[in-house]
């Protein structure tokens, strides 16, 4: 814990664990209610970073299936 609250990297690590998708976000955001980040900056960054989250995984999926059915289409 004394590394999670020292300074601002818990708080650099959990916005960019919420953009990348992969991550334990659960995980995370347990950790994140054990540390001295307030409810207001939880919010923000969860409100601001998920979507990006929640857009990969929508669009991936979606445009790489397509990929694929071009792939094998033209063979």
Known sequence: MGWVNKGKRFERFFWISM?????????????AGLTKMTLKKFIVYFLLCK?????IY???????MHFIYDVFQSF
């Open 51 to 55: 979507p990006v989250t929640l857009f």
């Open 19 to 31: 953009i990348f998708p992969g991550f334990p976000d659960d995980f995370i955001c347990l950790i």
């Open 58 to 64: 929508t669009l991936f999926p979606l445009y790489g």
